[in-house]
C-alpha cells in the first residue's frame, strides 16, 4: 500500500503562486502514476493534474494549462503541483492520488490511494 500526504496550501490572492507536495510512503519500490484532484464546495471532484512515473508524460484539464505544472521526484517519493496566476474559481480542495502502473488515469475512480487534501484559498 501507499500512504499520501498533502501540504502546501493555504490563502492566496489573485494572481498568486502556491506550490502544493504530496509526499508518498510505504509500498513505494513499486511503479505509480499520480495525480492532483480538486473538489469545491457543492461541486464534483474534477481531475487537475496526472504525471507517469517517470515523469516524463503529464497532462492537464484545460482550465489549468499553462498555469499549473505538474513534477515528481522519485528519490524523495514526493510530487509537486507548481500553481501560478491562481484564480478564485481554483479554490477547492486538491488531493493527491496514486494508481500501480506506469501512466495515469483521469479518473478518479482508477485511483486506490488518496491522500487527506489540502484546502486552497483564492481571494479575489
Known amino acids: 500500500q501507499v500512504q499520501l500526504v498533502e501540504s502546501g496550501g493555504g490563502l492566496v490572492q489573485t494572481g498568486g503562486s502556491l506550490r502544493l507536495s504530496c509526499a508518498a510512503s510505504?509500498?513505494?519500490?513499486?511503479?505509480?502514476?499520480m495525480a492532483w484532484f480538486r473538489q469545491a464546495p457543492g461541486k464534483e471532484r474534477e481531475f487537475v493534474a496526472g504525471?507517469?512515473?517517470?515523469?516524463?508524460?503529464?497532462t492537464y484539464t484545460d482550465s489549468v494549462r499553462g498555469r499549473f505544472t505538474v513534477s515528481r521526484d522519485n528519490a524523495k517519493n514526493t510530487m509537486y503541483l507548481q500553481m501560478s496566476n491562481l484564480k478564485p474559481e481554483d479554490t477547492a480542495v486538491y488531493s493527491c492520488?496514486?494508481?500501480?502502473?506506469?501512466?495515469?488515469?483521469?479518473?478518479?475512480?482508477?485511483?486506490?490511494?488518496w491522500g487527506q487534501g489540502t484546502q486552497v484559498t483564492v481571494s479575489s
Open positions: 492520488a496514486a494508481r500501480y502502473g506506469v501512466t495515469f488515469r483521469t479518473v478518479g475512480d482508477e485511483y486506490g490511494y
Open positions: 510505504g509500498r513505494t519500490s513499486s511503479f505509480y502514476a
Open positions: 504525471v507517469s512515473w517517470s515523469g516524463g508524460s503529464t
